[in-house]
C-alpha cells in the first residue's frame, strides 16, 4: 500500500509493480511513452500472465517501456466498470466543466472508491511522466489524448451515430483529464 497519498483505497499491487518497472527500466524518458504500441503477441501474452496472477513470475527485465506503460492502460480499460463510471450525466457535466475547481468537485464527491483512488493514481502517473517532457515530448494535453479512452465505455460514445456529436464528447472528456492532472498537480502544491 503506497502510504504517503491521499488514496482512500489500496493501489493494486499490479499497478505500483509496472509503475515500479516503468521508470526502473527508463519508460519515463521514453519518446512519446503510452502512447506508442508495442508488439500485440507480447503484450497479449503478459497480460494474460497478469490475470492469471503470476505479477512477480514476469522477468520485466525482457520487457520494454512502451510495453508496461501499454499495460497499464489496458488494466484501466479492463476494469469491469470504468472510472467515470459513477459520474451521473458524465457527458453534460464534462461539456459544462470550466476550471480545475469544477473538476476536482466532480472527482472528490462523484467517483466512488476505489475509482477515485485508482484515479488519483493515475494522474500522479502523468505527473510524474510530464515532468519529463524535454525527453519524452509528453505533456499534460498529450498525456491526457492517450490516458482518456481507457477511463470510459467508449461504445457509449457513440451518439446515434453522430460522429460530430461522438467527436465532441471525446474531446470533452479529454479536456476533464487534462485539467484533472493540473488539478492534482496544484492540489499536491499546497
Known amino acids: 500500500m503506497i502510504l504517503d497519498k491521499d488514496y482512500e483505497s489500496p493501489i493494486p499491487n499490479v499497478l ?30 503478459i497480460e494474460e500472465k497478469l490475470n492469471n496472477g503470476d505479477l512477480f513470475d514476469i522477468d520485466f527485465s525482457q520487457l520494454d517501456g512502451e510495453l508496461i506503460a501499454n499495460l497499464i492502460k489496458i488494466w484501466f480499460r479492463k476494469l469491469p466498470k470504468s472510472i467515470f463510471d459513477s459520474i451521473d450525466n458524465m457527458y453534460y457535466k464534462f461539456e459544462k466543466v470550466q476550471n480545475m475547481k469544477n473538476v476536482g468537485e466532480i472527482i472528490e464527491n462523484e ?31 498529450s ?14 460514445i457513440e451518439h446515434n451515430n453522430d460522429p460530430i456529436k461522438a467527436m465532441k464528447l471525446s474531446s470533452n472528456i479529454v479536456r476533464f483529464v487534462e485539467l484533472s492532472i493540473l488539478w492534482r498537480y496544484h492540489d499536491q502544491k499546497k
Not at 509493480?17 to 503477441?41: A, M, N, T, V, Y
Open 16 to 45: 505500483i509493480k509496472l509503475k515500479e518497472e516503468l521508470f526502473e527500466h527508463e519508460g519515463h524518458l521514453i519518446e512519446g511513452i503510452f502512447r506508442k504500441s508495442p508488439k500485440q503477441d507480447e503484450c497479449q501474452e
Open 111 to 141: 467517483i466512488n472508491e476505489p475509482m477515485v483512488s485508482y484515479y488519483k493514481w493515475l494522474l500522479d502517473l502523468c505527473i510524474e511522466i510530464t515532468k519529463w517532457e524535454n525527453e519524452n515530448k509528453m505533456n499534460i494535453k
Open 143 to 156: 498525456m491526457s489524448v492517450v490516458i482518456a479512452p481507457n477511463l470510459y465505455d467508449t461504445s457509449t
